[in-house]
């Protein structure tokens, strides 16, 4: 079974940072890769940050050159450190990892900024 633990969320004025991390259950290695998405109620979860098995990253728009995704192959933890943070990136974000076609998510951090 497959567990994935957020933690790192909170509370944080405008242009402030936070760091998330997410630790996994197994190896980071039995993954094809691992990434943050976020929700805001009543909108679609989107996707923040992935990294592959190999190292490569993926940002979305929103919050290419603030966020920063990294991983611990030897803590099988990965993270996700946000740095100017906005109102507009409120929202719950939840851990994903995916392997043989299916994604496992954890249950989410709140993250809130106030302006």
């Known amino acids: 079974q497959v567990q994935l633990v957020e933690s790192g969320g909170g509370l944080v004025q405008t242009g402030g940072s936070l760091r998330l991390s997410c630790a996994t259950s197994g190896s980071f290695f039995s993954f094809n890769g691992m990434g943050w998405y976020r929700q805001v109620p009543g909108k679609q979860r989107e996707l923040a940050a992935t990294?592959?098995?190999?190292?490569?990253?993926n940002y979305a728009d929103s919050v290419k050159g603030r966020f920063t995704i990294s991983r611990d192959t030897v803590k099988n933890t990965v993270y996700l450190q946000m740095n100017d943070l906005k109102p507009e990136d409120t929202a719950v974000y939840y851990c994903?990892?995916?392997?043989?076609?299916?994604?496992?998510w954890g249950k989410g951090t709140v993250v809130t900024v106030s302006s």
């Open positions: 994903a990892a995916w392997k043989s076609g299916i994604t496992y």
């Open positions: 990294v592959t098995g190999g190292g490569s990253t």
